[in-house]
């Protein structure tokens, strides 16, 4: 975990791609830290990227950054005629997705090849917030005497990182995070460092007494996708690490009521797509088991999504103007959960 702060023969790195890495990295692992938003460290890496291009005199990854760029504006301008919805150029939003995009074309490389040391950077991260997390829950549990340790543990409800978390302010935050390390890691061969070795085990550990759907879908799913391309490519080598791994999340996800109830009612909710609010209501009240809230904030989605994909043939809606779109789309909503007709709204940008 050192090695980021230490220069070995192995794994050099400037001081210069140091910054990168971490500034870079931050974007991701650091999505809330109160009055300080350290996410804007990333704005002297796109000066370095811009220096690095001016120097270096590589007009084709300027060439090709500019096209990328007119693009996207042009798509959002047709996509807000098409769409008949209210035009929405969200300048601070399309300004850090330049940023991001030209620090991903200069240094898409260095990012790629140095996966292992930004995986150290979130090992880090996390025992930060674990450390956070030990001092933090015993305070709230004493001002919160509904709160109980065992109802953040083994539970797809609430968890460790929602109630307590200081960077990761999810459980589901965390799960996209770790989901892809934790694969990334099983892909590697298995180190000789015990140090490191003893690390990942921790994070394997945390993340499983205190999982998140999106945790336990994403190990599942994701596995299998890596499976069926290890058996096309023929290498058989990790096949089985990753068999385990699904079955280990599909089991939780069997064992726990709570994630089998949201992932059987979203899989239900998406065969019966055109099931009206009628027929979900005559349902709950026949079988008295009401929709969960995430299945209809999904299924919510999906509806408005799919019936503005037909309605202007697959043209999309534009950089960050899904929210106008859902304002559109609104009244066809089927959900029986009031909160399911505003939630994500804003989060498809």
Request: charged letters at 15%.
């Amino acid at each position: 975990m050192l090695d980021f702060f230490e220069n070995t023969k192995k794994n050099y790195l400037s001081l210069k791609e140091k910054f990168i890495l971490f500034t870079f990295s931050s974007l991701f692992f650091i999505w809330n830290t109160g009055n300080i938003d350290l996410k804007l460290l990333i704005i002297p890496t796109f000066f370095i990227a811009a220096y690095e291009i001016y120097i270096n005199k590589k007009n084709y990854i300027l060439s090709k950054y500019i096209i990328f760029l007119l693009l996207v504006i042009l798509h959002t301008f047709f996509a807000s005629i098409f769409n008949d919805i209210e035009s929405k150029f969200n300048f601070r939003l399309f300004s850090a997705f330049s940023i991001i995009l030209l620090i991903s074309f200069v240094y898409g490389d260095l990012i790629i090849k140095k996966l292992n040391i930004i995986y150290k950077l979130f090992i880090l991260i996390f025992f930060i917030d674990l450390i956070i997390i030990a001092f933090k829950l015993p305070i709230l549990i004493i001002k919160d005497h509904n709160l109980y340790i065992k109802n953040l543990l083994l539970s797809c409800d609430n968890g460790l990182f929602s109630e307590a978390g200081f960077f990761f302010i999810e459980n589901s935050h965390f799960a996209m995070i770790t989901v892809p390390f934790i694969l990334f890691k099983l892909s590697e061969k298995f180190s000789n460092n015990y140090f490191s070795n003893l690390l990942f085990i921790v994070l394997i550990i945390v993340s499983l007494i205190s999982y998140s759907t999106t945790l336990l879908l994403g190990i599942f799913l994701s596995s299998l996708l890596i499976v069926v391309k290890l058996l096309i490519i023929k290498n058989y080598n990790k096949i089985l690490v990753f068999v385990f791994a699904a079955i280990v999340s599909i089991s939780f996800i069997v064992l726990d009521k709570t994630c089998n109830k949201k992932v059987f009612q979203t899989f239900y909710s998406l065969n019966n797509f055109q099931e009206t609010k009628l027929d979900l209501k005559k349902k709950e009240v026949e079988s008295s088991l009401r929709v969960n809230l995430s299945t209809q904030v999904f299924k919510s989605n999906m509806e408005v999504v799919m019936t503005s994909l037909f309605e202007n043939n697959f043209f999309g809606v534009g950089l960050n103007n899904y929210e106008n779109l859902h304002k559109k789309y609104k009244n066809i909503i089927t959900a029986t959960y009031i909160e399911a007709t505003n939630l994500n709204s804003k989060d498809a940008k």
